[in-house]
């Protein structure tokens, strides 16, 4: 009974103890069986982007003022509030800003002729609606307090209207 017994207790003794030189420094790395714990990318928790809340103004169904939406984007730039204009059906797909300035809250953007086309190409009643959208999606965006809106560095003219002044908030008719 006694040789049962005194493998049994080394068999338990050197499980609970560990072998001596499989942790032995001087060893080096072989030998070694102790886990380490490493951090994986599937433990990292994913750092969320920093988000803001724009305001899109766009035409109601009747044309004859504004509905505002609030969308969560990544940044407030020109390109966003254009993307985000073209989402809303204001503007057309390949409208774009070639030029912005801000300067004490007073904006000047200058549009690509896409912008005359989608103003010139709509009614009086839509043509308010629209440029008021535009405006007050870049007048909140931008905390400003008037926009001058030209197109490739001129004038705007829409047929309906000549817009060489700034423009303030547009209210609904």
């Known amino acids: 009974m006694k040789?049962?017994?005194?493998?049994?207790?080394?068999?338990?003794?050197?499980?609970?103890?560990?072998?001596a030189t499989c942790n032995d420094p001087s060893r080096g790395d072989e030998g070694k069986q102790s886990v380490t714990s490493q951090k994986t990318d599937h433990d990292a928790q994913p750092t969320k982007p920093?988000?803001?809340q724009l305001t899109v103004y766009h035409p109601n169904e009747t044309v004859d003022g504004f509905d505002e939406k609030?969308?969560?984007?990544?940044?407030?730039?020109?390109?966003?509030?254009?993307?985000?204009?073209i989402l809303a059906g204001v503007l057309p797909v390949d409208t774009s800003v070639n030029s912005i300035e801000n300067e004490a809250g007073q904006l000047r953007v200058d549009f690509n002729s896409k912008f005359r086309?989608?103003?010139?190409?709509?009614?009086?009643?839509?043509?308010?609606?629209?440029i008021g959208s535009v405006v007050n999606t870049f007048l909140v965006a931008y905390d400003a307090k008037e926009i001058l809106i030209t197109v490739d560095g001129e004038v705007l003219e829409s047929g309906h209207n000549v817009y060489d002044?700034?423009?303030t908030f547009f209210e609904s008719q």
């Open 117 to 130: 086309d989608a103003v010139s190409g709509v009614g009086t009643a839509g043509e308010y609606v629209n």
């Open 50 to 52: 920093e988000t803001f």
């Open 3 to 19: 040789r049962i017994v005194i493998p049994v207790v080394l068999a338990i003794s050197i499980a609970l103890t560990g072998c």
């Open 165 to 167: 002044s700034p423009l």
């Open 70 to 85: 609030t969308v969560e984007v990544t940044s407030i730039d020109e390109q966003v509030i254009v993307e985000q204009l």
